[in-house]
């Protein structure tokens, strides 16, 4: 009764061994299985990514911030009267809008980069000086008559978004006048930081030239608002990688590796706010124009894009260990499947941790030798047979040398990823265009059945 209670236990774990149906379904099994420290180890990624953005706000805001410059922007008070009943007249106060007639910016950026913990921040110094001319305030057009306007009450106003970034006293040059800008700019409904001074307007039809040099801690992003009926910006900078952003690109741009420069040209008719208004009704913001100086390689946002492809890469690697046991009547546990998964899985926590010290492309390196060479070194007694694990190191190369291609690409990514899935299942299926699988299991039981070969790279 022993013997056969031992029999019926054999022939079970017997059949478990050679059904093709429990072995697919064992390995489909593990792939969802071995998801689950894959998604662990992206969790881990976003959140290295986190701290290295919170890192980057830390120094930034210690050196500076990302800025905005609005303006200058020239405020005048006048009055308005409204008759009473009793025959007195009341008065209103009310404020005047202008912008220059041209607006000339000019900035040089110089940057720098700043290491904390295993993060590198870019920063940079901006010297930008704004200059232009502002025409005679016509108040005729705003239907005020010149008597009401309150001249010796004019304002000039700059917008800065950063007022922790200026490194040294903003002054104005006004037809000649040299003054100091203070903080506030007693417009906080259209410019809510910045700094501004009283400044000389008369009414006897002159312009006034300006010029306003300006020097900035900034950190990845700078702006400017095309206020001149017509604005130049002449922006270069020593840093390689910029990227144009804002309503307006550059009419003109050159980047090379040691900076960049470009040149905007705007227009009054470009934007939604005319040259002259009074009180309230206009916004800035939705015509900016502006630059960001972008990390081109981004570690963390590789290691995103590599992991997406793991469930690929494990899929793949369990069916060529599949083939082997079909065409080749290998058993492999699937103990033995849990373990080369689990190597394929560490493979991006190596990636990661390395990827912080010695880059995306170096790390990519070491960490696939590693994985290949741990595989092809556990396979090789599992397998028996050298020219498999020759096979299986071929393959598992060509696998990491593809995902790492399709890494490198960004806009191609998804073409060269489909052509190389469809070249993968043409492979499988021309591979096991002769397989008999309805007996698949008595090929496995015959001793003498010759098997198929598994076609080399």
């Not at 016509?138 to 004019?154: G, I, T």
């Not at 304002?155 to 950063?162: M, N, P, S």
């Not at 492809?309 to 082997?324: H, K, R, S, V």
């Not at 599992?382 to 393959?395: A, K």
Request: glycine share 8%; net charge neutral; proline share 4%.
């Amino acid at each position: 009764m022993e013997n056969q209670n031992q029999s019926s236990i054999q022939k079970f774990s017997q059949w478990l061994k050679e059904s093709l149906v429990i072995k697919l379904l064992s390995i489909g099994f593990l792939v969802l299985i071995l998801l689950i420290p894959n998604s662990l180890i992206q969790d881990q990624i976003r959140e290295r990514q986190h701290r290295q953005e919170q890192v980057k706000d830390e120094v930034s805001l210690s050196w500076g911030g990302t800025q905005a410059l609005q303006g200058p922007v020239l405020a005048v008070p006048y009055s308005s009267w409204t008759q009473m009943e009793d025959g007195k007249r009341s008065e209103s106060r009310h404020v005047a809008y202008f912008l220059p007639q041209n607006l000339l910016v000019n900035g040089d950026l110089k940057h720098q980069i700043r290491k904390r913990s295993i993060f590198d921040v870019v920063l940079y110094q901006a010297g930008i000086v704004l200059s232009g001319e502002f025409q005679q305030p016509d108040f005729q057009a705003l239907n005020v008559n010149p008597a009401d306007v309150r001249w010796n009450e004019a304002r000039l106003a700059v917008g800065i978004q950063g007022m922790t970034g200026i490194k040294e006293a903003v002054q104005v040059d006004w037809a000649g006048d040299q003054r100091r800008l203070e903080p506030g700019t007693g417009m906080t409904g259209l410019i809510a930081t910045g700094v501004s001074t009283p400044i000389s307007v008369t009414a006897d039809g002159n312009s006034y030239k300006f010029s306003i040099p300006i020097k900035l801690n900034c950190s990845e992003y700078l702006s400017f608002e095309p206020v001149g009926k017509s604005t130049t910006v002449n922006l270069k900078s020593d840093w390689h990688s910029p990227s144009f952003e804002g309503a307006f690109l550059p009419d003109q741009r050159e980047i090379s590796a040691t900076g960049f420069s470009a040149q905007w040209q705007v227009l009054d008719l470009n934007r939604p706010y005319p040259q002259q208004w009074s009180d309230t009704g206009v916004s800035f913001g939705y015509s900016n124009l502006s630059v960001r100086l972008i990390q081109p390689v981004d570690e963390y946002l590789k290691n995103t894009r590599s992991a997406k492809y793991a469930i690929l890469i494990i899929g793949l690697t369990f069916l060529l260990y599949f083939f082997f046991e079909v065409l080749r009547r290998i058993f492999i546990h699937p103990f033995q499947y849990l373990l080369v998964g689990l190597a394929l899985t560490v493979f991006y926590l190596l990636l990661l941790s390395l990827s912080e010290h010695l880059g995306f492309n170096v790390a990519y390196l070491i960490s696939s030798i590693a994985t290949i060479g741990l595989i092809c070194g556990y396979s090789s007694t599992m397998l028996g047979i050298r020219r498999l694990v020759w096979q299986l190191l071929g393959m598992l190369m060509a696998i990491y040398g593809f995902i790492f291609v399709l890494l490198q690409l960004e806009d191609f990514a998804l073409l060269a990823g489909s052509i190389g899935v469809f070249v993968a299942l043409a492979a499988v299926m021309y591979s096991s265009r002769k397989v008999d699988w309805y007996n698949l299991g008595n090929r496995l039981n015959s001793p003498t059945e010759q098997t198929a070969q598994l076609p080399t790279t």
